[in-house]
């Protein structure tokens, strides 16, 4: 068959999205005048992917090539979003595993790899950024070789081609060039896909099957089932099922298939081709949908369980409902179960009072969640995350992660002090250029909460960190409070400049003179343990005399403006991040200082065995 699948998988920010770019200008997908060929990261559509720079959402495309059509899966990076790998990898007949020149193989390198040799896919491998200043591509290939030897199931795996490339000016070269400015194209790695990449087994005799793999919508087609045709052929107006309803039938509307980044009408789409049908609804992701002779499943790829839940509940603040278009415990649980059609990852469980209990792979896979029902209009409120254990054997087990960090040698005692506070254990020190070194460590989640944020801080966001889930053990010791106390606004109010001068000789502020504050809401970070109160809508007593000091500063900007990934991590276990379309604010659970006193009293609730 003239049809190459691959998945393009890599560790985040290795350069997949940019290759993929190169592939798709140089095979003319678009005309020289289009925009597209001024455009980078042309496959991240979705807004935050702009933003951050990473991909969330597994993305489909085709190129043609000699006569060949070559389907394009783009899967996410981050270890957060491994669920996208899972899903989709089951589509593809081969993987270009694309590996940073400088840093090598990392953790999300292993897991992705793993996976795709589970499924017997052909791998080439792809040495890319070989023009940075610190590129180790000798020992890079080394270390890619050792990767191999340890993941291979059968001889057969270890022998895949090996490609080196500037993913940013688009060209690939099949032995290492020496010279990186030296000019080229992608055909090396175009002609290695259709050398070393097998076409999809021809099954196109028997009845229609096919695994759901991914779901779109469109508002006059409706729900669009995605994926590939494992035998027969997918026609407009035949009649199918679903493994999870055989009960229903369905008529096929329309059938589609991709030519570039989009979808085409084709009327029919054979086996070993990527599909994208519409005329059903309520069907799944790893579903099987089938014609009514055959009504087998095919097997579903498991995905990982989820290490890490928040609360979500209404908004319950004094600012509560001013804010968002949706606001309710109802709006918010549909949302949820809505997400739960294409968030694989995610697990949704209800709470008493409208609150919900959502379980993901990381802080940012959550993060990413909560910052895209913003953005549509919702408000609610989140408690501090906490790790999901799992009872084995009678004990409670706790994930555990493998953390990898290279950072200026300088700071190699900022990092063993702050992960062994953090309880780390450390498995590997090493020096990777004459001014850096990196670290390996095995630590427990629950530390890695806010762990980011401060060894960028530590080190003046210096450091390259990433983790990726190792096992679980035993839980461990409690561990230290990791930040100092709150500064807590007493009253109702605007704040002003003047009370706002006065915290910052006793911390730092997270406001503005003029924003609206409420009795319970957290202002600022105090220097000192404890918590502290401060009426932060107190103006300057007025008098008759006149000093240059009277004309003081009236307006400055916060110490810290918080990102929503701070907010989560600044949390304790008795505060609160209140979420709006335009506002974080956090707060106190117990808004007065005489109800977080009486709590404080309270002896712990009893506990039934």
């Known amino acids: 068959m003239n049809i190459r699948n691959i998945a393009v998988i890599a560790h985040v920010d290795h350069g997949k999205t940019t290759l993929v770019d190169a592939l798709l200008k140089q095979t003319h997908v678009f005309r020289e005048n289009q925009p597209e060929m001024l455009q980078e990261q042309i496959l991240d559509s979705g807004a935050l992917e702009r933003e951050r720079g990473i991909t969330i959402m597994a993305k489909h495309c085709s190129i043609t090539y000699n006569g060949v059509k070559i389907n394009i899966i783009d899967t996410p990076g981050h270890a957060d979003f491994s669920g996208e790998v899972e899903r989709t990898l089951g589509m593809a007949d081969g993987a270009l595993l694309i590996i940073d020149a400088q840093e090598g193989p990392m953790p999300q390198t292993r897991f992705v790899l793993r996976k795709a040799l589970e499924l017997g896919l052909k791998i080439i491998v792809v040495i890319n950024k070989i023009d940075k200043r610190l590129a180790r591509i000798d020992e890079s290939v080394k270390r890619v070789g050792d990767l191999f030897l340890e993941l291979a199931s059968n001889e057969s795996q270890l022998d895949f081609p090996l490609l080196y490339s500037v993913g940013r000016n688009g060209t690939v070269f099949a032995q290492n060039p020496g010279d990186w400015e030296t000019s080229g194209t992608v055909k090396p790695l175009l002609d290695a896909i259709l050398a070393f990449v097998p076409p999809p087994p021809n099954r196109i005799s028997g009845p229609f099957k096919m695994l759901v793999s991914s779901l779109d919508r469109d508002d006059h087609l409706g729900q669009i089932i995605i994926g590939r045709v494992y035998r027969g052929i997918a026609q407009t107006g035949m009649k199918f099922k679903s493994s999870a309803h055989p009960e229903k039938t369905w008529t096929a509307q329309r059938i589609m298939t991709w030519q570039g980044l989009a979808k085409i009408n084709s009327g029919q789409v054979p086996a070993g081709d990527l599909a994208a049908l519409s005329g059903a609804a309520g069907v799944k992701i790893g579903e099987t949908i089938f014609d009514q002779t ?160 401060q060894l960028l801080t530590l080190t003046q966001g210096t450091l390259v960190i990433n983790s990726q889930i190792f096992g679980f053990q035993p839980a461990g010791k409690p561990l230290p409070k990791f930040r100092s106390g709150a500064i807590i606004s007493l009253t109702n109010g605007k704040s002003v400049a003047y009370s706002l001068k006065i915290i910052k000789g006793r911390g730092i502020t997270f406001i503005r003179p003029g924003e609206r504050v409420y009795q319970g809401m957290i202002i600022g970070q105090n220097s000192q343990e404890t918590d502290m109160e401060i009426n932060v809508c107190k103006e300057k007593n007025l008098t008759n005399h006149r000093t240059k000091a009277h004309q003081g500063i009236t307006d400055f900007a916060p110490d810290v403006d918080m990102s929503l990934e701070q907010s989560l991590d600044f949390l304790e276990p008795d505060e609160l991040l209140e979420i709006t379309p335009l506002s974080l604010r956090l707060r106190k659970k117990l808004l007065t200082d005489v109800d977080r006193r009486r709590d404080r009293r309270q002896p712990p609730p009893l506990m039934l065995q």
């Open 294 to 453: 055959d009504q087998t499943p095919l097997p579903v790829n498991p995905i990982g369980d989820p290490i890490i839940h928040i609360t979500i509940g209404p908004n319950t603040s004094p600012f509560a409902g001013r804010e968002g278009k949706f606001t309710t415990g109802r709006q918010i649980g549909a949302r949820l179960n809505k997400e739960l059609e294409t968030n694989l990852s995610l697990r949704v469980e209800e709470l008493p009072g409208g609150k919900f209990k959502v379980s993901g792979r990381g802080e940012l896979h959550l993060s990413i969640l909560l910052e895209t029902l913003r953005r549509e209009g919702y408000e609610m409120e989140v408690a501090k995350p906490e790790v999901v254990t799992k009872i084995t054997d009678g004990v409670d087990q706790e994930p555990v992660e493998e953390v990898d960090i290279i950072v200026p040698a300088q700071y190699t005692g900022v990092i063993n002090q702050e992960m062994g506070r953090r309880l780390g254990n450390l498995v590997k020190m090493a020096p990777v250029s004459d001014t850096e070194t990196e670290f390996i460590y095995h630590i427990p989640t629950r530390a890695l909460i806010g762990l980011r944020n």
